[in-house]
């Protein structure tokens, strides 16, 4: 019998979902809803920092359909940590166009359950369950604007290649099971353990599924769906998935990778780390032409991917750890970064590039939050952004990959450039006249918690800079124990 | 108990802080007038010199609680540890504050000349407009000076090194609308940068040879393995060099460069662009003193490399008779204190050459104290004359100022070195000391510095004279408005003054290797310092009268006969005119570096530069932009695309495993 105390973050999730979602259609507001919904997340983190429960659930025969360890149990609080502020974000953005509805937290709180899944999968079934239940609501809230011809069209698009990746993912389950008759990743470690190139039916199958991962984390060459939903999407749902998802998925495919397919290092880890490259170069260089700031910060995603890979590369529990540091690092970065472009959407400022000249004279607080989450984007070291890019290099170096960390230097170079000249365009260039006309005067109080969000984000960055002990010495420990 | 230290330097930060606050205080000039209101900018300048005073006054208290519970109260040393920043395999980098003797000496000195300076601040800068600013430099000052005395590791050591620096040049630009400031900040700079540089090399040789910059382990590694590490060698340009002497004279080189030696002194005259206040604190008491710190921290690294301490030696004692002789000829009163204070850091670094570290440290003590006073009463006389500092358009300025008489009288009695003022102790023990080096290798570094004690007599008592006695000789409606300082200047030179006339008998203890408790280490193969004890009668007391004679002549030449200079300059023309270009040592790095650095500059500018390497840079942003745009090409916005795109890299990808696995 499975210890139910095992699942119960998970279910606590589902069940929640279903409460907001009855709540919602019984009349209760989106604002309540909201509030309850930060409620829940908040409460569940009581339970998984006090009683942080490990094992197997659903055995069956070698392995288990779910397992808990302290990697996934500490990659779960921290997704809890970052969908707190997401949903924050949700109701200043929805109200303001008249679109606030309480459906949007029934969503996000299923794709999360959906995310707590995946983290945990130990077999592909529930791999594959957790995927599309992560994936589905975002396709819904990524056409949360109904009436917006971009954010149907984000979702479409998203809609179409996710359904193509999951397809795939499907078949290549179907040729593993085909080779070996389990889709248990225990049975399957057994199956590859014993030495000598794999089946190319099996290896075939394999590298499919590891394909499904790849795509739900833009990695190059399956991000080409990044740039168009991230810019078409509602911003705080831009914010969740950009945020989340990839921490989710990153587990997923280190767990993969380390478990099953660890015995096949010598074929995923060139192929990764050529891939790592090519999302870290073709990322930086591209965003550096961009000209609206969403779309700039989703190449900016496919260029952290390709960082967050670098980690995954060295096959440490040095790199595991950084991989984790780095995507919380980066997560709240996101998030401070959205509640910003949130705040400026709703004053009427124009979110392009040449829209933020003189942001800084119009708005220095909100020109202050920008410049420290851009600096830490771009790693300069009294941030935490600097200190994450350490924590993958620094493995990567140490597991003989130098070539790519040097490529990944190279590449935040670059990544710096379009980081600075965001700042320098706020600070120092003099806005068109039309700006200046368009944006709502200075508003002295502000009402909504998106400073609040983004002043928390500053504050953790600037924390994790100096003091970045605080995280790594929960990640690292949490990397040497995967299973 | 044991987080005083850590208390006492944080509090001026704090207090910096504070007043950097103020800054977000509605200006209100957005909602009444586009002009700052006075009345508000008062408030807010109130403030935030409330705040940073207020801290840096308890820091002072704090200070003295914990050096004299240290040496009083017998307490012991402590180290507390704040938090590790790195972590990077087996090198660490742990923050904390390091309290022993020589550190809590160090709080003594900075907390309490930066309070007095402080206080002195509020009377002297009370006309700038932009006040608020300085003060929340000086605080941020007192805090990186603390950092680098407290740091229990040579990381934490520069980043407050650093720190000092940064704080020294926005505060020597502190008038930024006169463009001799800029340059001199930016001259105190980038000297600073090239000597940083070579301490830089020395620290990173020093962290390759030990594994480690935490001065306990390099300390513990010196005494457990010290014949490997003496025997170690390090290549350079075909050399093989000893490690450890490298190390050390590069550290030194870096330490030449805060404190002003010979060669890397430049700036330090500049520095006086300053406002006064300044110079005293940072550029007499602390700032440049952080050399010869270091190199006393760094005390057992240097005993064990005895060639380099002889290098040390002479550097200390040719800047020591250079600023002398320099100090002479100069005009502007400032100028004159800035050269006494890179001869009396010649003075410190000899000392320590000689392996006399703690006379080096009294010194240090003593010299902050009367130097700060001697600055601070400059500073009253140029506030008095309306910012005139030329001695020559002074004189009979005692009936004017006769409290800043008296103060400027003390002062430079004890940096003559006159009995009983604070600097005969010190001094004198550093000259007995380079007397009596075993092997007596430093005599001549003994007679060079007796010499430079009479010259110090003289130009010491040079402004003393010039600028008191006599007749008037400057404007005669500066004159007639000339005042005594208000009390709140006069009030903080008054402890300064308590220390110039008893710090030395006091601290007296301060000059044996014992009351260090082993923060200093003195190999008992060079120990001078016991040598000097057994001084003969005639080298102890010659230095005494060399200086009464500095004085006696003094008052002759510059308040009795003002004629006979003039004549002697026309007699001795060249040796003047040496004197007066200070040894033309800017005009020769003018010639040496500063121009053919230029020429080179500028031909690298139009040939490599622009041609060559411009091409590459943008060359290769030009190809970064392209390819960003033909990737953007790419970028269709059509899903069929996007999948096709998945399925052939799919395609490929699959076909390169499959190779792999069946080939």
């Known amino acids: 019998m499975t210890d139910l105390t095992l699942l119960f973050p998970t279910i606590f999730l589902a069940v929640w979902a279903l409460v907001l979602l009855m709540y919602g259609a019984f009349g209760g507001s989106a604002r309540t809803t909201a509030a309850f919904a930060c409620f829940g997340l908040a409460m569940l983190l009581v339970p998984m920092l006090t009683k942080p429960a490990m094992g197997s659930a659903f055995v069956l025969g070698q392995g288990a359909l779910l397992g808990f360890s302290p990697f996934t149990q500490l990659a779960q609080v921290l997704l809890l940590v970052l969908a707190i502020p997401v949903a924050l974000l949700a109701e200043p953005f929805f109200e303001g166009r008249k679109a606030h509805r309480a459906e949007i937290y029934t969503l996000m709180l299923l794709s999360l359950c959906g995310m707590f899944i995946l983290t945990a999968a130990q077999d592909f079934l529930p791999m594959y369950m957790g995927l599309e239940l992560m994936s589905f609501p975002l396709y819904i809230m990524a056409a949360m604007l109904r009436d917006r011809a971009e954010s149907s069209e984000a979702a479409l698009k998203y809609f179409v290649l996710g359904g193509l990746a999951s397809g795939l993912l499907l078949f290549g389950v179907g040729l593993v099971y085909a080779a070996t008759g389990t889709t248990q990743f225990a049975s399957l470690m057994v199956a590859l353990g014993q030495g000598g190139m794999p089946w190319p039916l099996l290896s075939v199958g394999l590298a499919l599924t590891v394909l499904a991962v790849l795509f739900k984390l833009s990695v190059v060459p399956f991000h080409m769906w990044t740039p168009d939903v991230y810019q078409g999407a509602p911003t705080p749902v831009t914010a969740f998935m950009a945020a989340l998802p990839k921490l989710a998925a990153i587990v997923l495919l280190v767990r993969l990778l380390e478990g099953p397919l660890s015995g096949l290092q010598e074929l995923w880890q060139p192929a990764l780390a050529v891939l790592a490259a090519a999302s870290m170069v073709v990322g930086s260089v591209v965003a550096i032409r961009q000209t609206d700031v969403k779309r700039l910060l989703a190449w900016s995603t496919i260029a952290n991917v390709g960082f967050v890979l670098c980690g995954v590369v060295a096959a440490s529990p040095q790199g595991h750890g950084g991989v984790l540091f780095y995507l919380a690092v980066y997560g709240l970065t996101m998030v401070g970064l959205f509640a910003v472009l949130i705040e400026l959407e709703n004053l009427q400022e124009p979110v392009t590039v040449h829209g933020l000249a003189g942001l800084a004279r119009r708005r220095p607080w909100l020109a202050t939050m920008l410049l420290m989450l851009l600096f830490s984007m771009a790693g300069v070291p009294p941030f935490a952004g600097f200190m994450a890019k350490l924590n993958v290099f620094a493995p990567l170096v140490a597991a003989g990959y130098t070539w790519l960390a040097v490529v990944g230097v190279m590449a935040s170079v670059v990544a710096a450039f379009y980081s600075l000249w965001l700042v320098k365009t706020m600070y120092f260039d003099v806005p068109s006249a039309e700006v200046a006309v368009v944006a709502k005067p200075v508003q002295s109080a502000q009402q909504s918690p998106l400073m609040l969000v983004a002043l928390a984000a500053v504050a953790v960055v600037l924390v994790l800079g100096v003091l970045p002990g605080l995280l790594s010495n929960l990640t690292l420990p949490a990397a040497t124990a995967l299973f | ?559 009795e006969y003002r004629n006979i200079p003039r004549k002697l300059a026309s007699v001795l023309a060249i040796p003047y005119a040496i004197s007066l270009n200070k040894w033309y040592v800017d005009e020769l790095y003018d010639l040496a570096v500063v121009r053919p650095t230029r020429v080179l500059a500028g031909w690298l500018y139009r040939f490599v530069d622009q041609e060559g390497i411009d091409g590459l840079v943008n060359g290769a942003a030009d190809a970064t932009k392209q390819a960003g745009q033909a990737l953007r090409q790419t970028q269709t916005g059509h899903v069929a695309h996007y999948a096709f795109a998945m399925v052939m890299a799919l395609v490929v990808g699959l076909g390169l495993l499959l190779w792999r696995v069946m080939g």
């Open chain 2, 1 to 559: 108990m044991t987080h005083l230290p850590t208390i006492l330097i944080l509090l001026p930060l704090l207090g910096a802080l504070a007043g950097a606050l103020t800054y977000l205080w509605p200006t209100g000039a957005k909602r009444r007038s586009n002009i700052r209101t006075l009345e508000h900018s008062n408030i807010r300048d109130t403030i935030a010199m409330a705040t940073t005073t207020g801290s840096v006054v308890l820091a002072a208290v704090l200070a003295w609680t914990v050096f004299l519970s240290l040496w009083l109260g017998g307490g012991a040393a402590s180290h507390v540890d704040w938090f590790t920043w790195l972590n990077a395999g087996p090198w660490q980098v742990t923050f904390g504050a390091l309290t022993d003797k020589l550190s809590a000496t160090m709080y003594v000195v900075v907390a309490t000349v930066s309070a007095c300076v402080h206080v002195y601040s509020i009377g002297y800068m009370h006309e700038d407009a932009s006040r608020r600013r300085f003060f929340i430099y000086l605080s941020a000052f007192t805090f990186a000076m603390l950092m680098l005395v407290s740091a229990p590791n040579l990381v934490q050591m520069f980043l407050g090194w650093e720190g000092v620096g940064v704080c020294s040049y926005l505060l020597i630009g502190f008038w930024h609308h006169k463009e001799s400031a800029n340059a001199a900040a930016m001259k105190a700079f980038i000297v600073n940068r090239v000597a940083d540089a070579a301490m830089l090399v020395g620290l990173f040789l020093l962290l390759q040879t030990f594994g480690s910059l935490t001065y306990g382990d390099i300390f513990g590694q010196l005494g457990a393995n010290t014949a490997a590490l003496m025997n170690a060698v390090t290549p350079l340009f075909g050399y093989e060099v000893s490690t450890l002497s490298l190390a050390a004279l590069l550290i030194f080189v870096g330490a030449m460069g805060k404190s002003a030696q010979f060669g890397l002194h430049t700036w330090l005259p500049d520095a006086m662009e300053g406002p006064t206040p300044v110079s005293a604190l940072i550029h007499a008491a602390t700032m440049v003193t952080a050399g010869v710190f270091l190199l006393c921290r760094l005390s057992p690294l240097y005993e064990l490399t005895p060639d380099v301490l002889h290098i040390v030696a002479y550097v200390g004692a040719l800047t020591a008779i250079f600023a002398a002789t320099v100090g002479l000829t100069q005009t502007d009163i400032k100028r004159v204190i800035a050269y006494s204070t890179c001869s009396q850091l010649g003075y410190m670094f000899f000392a320590i050459g000689v392996s006399a570290y703690p006379a080096a440290m009294f010194h240090l003590t003593t010299h902050a104290f009367f130097k700060a006073l001697l600055f601070l009463g400059a500073g009253s006389v140029i506030h008095a004359m309306h910012h005139e500092q030329n001695i020559f358009r002074m004189g009979g300025l005692k009936t004017v100022l006769p409290i800043t008489y008296v103060c400027m009288w003390l002062g430079s009695l004890a940096l003559a070195g006159i009995p009983p003022f604070a600097g005969f102790f010190s001094k004198d023990l550093i000259l007995e000391s380079a007397f009596m080096a075993p092997g007596g290798w430093a005599q001549p570094v003994y007679y060079v510095g007796a010499l430079a004690a009479m010259l110090t007599a003289i130009y010491g008592f040079r402004i003393v004279f010039m600028a008191f006695e006599g007749a008037f000789m400057g404007d005669e409606k500066v004159r007639s408005h000339a005042h005594e300082s208000p009390w709140v200047i006069l009030g903080p030179m008054m402890p300064l003054a308590a220390g110039a006339v008893l710090a030395g008998l006091l601290l007296s203890p301060m000059g044996t290797l014992e009351w260090w408790q082993g923060a200093i280490v003195i190999s008992h193969h060079h120990d001078a310092l016991h040598a000097a004890h057994h001084t003969p009668a005639y080298a102890k007391y010659a230095p005494l009268l060399l200086a009464i004679c500095g004085i006696a002549a003094a008052w002759y030449l510059f308040a």
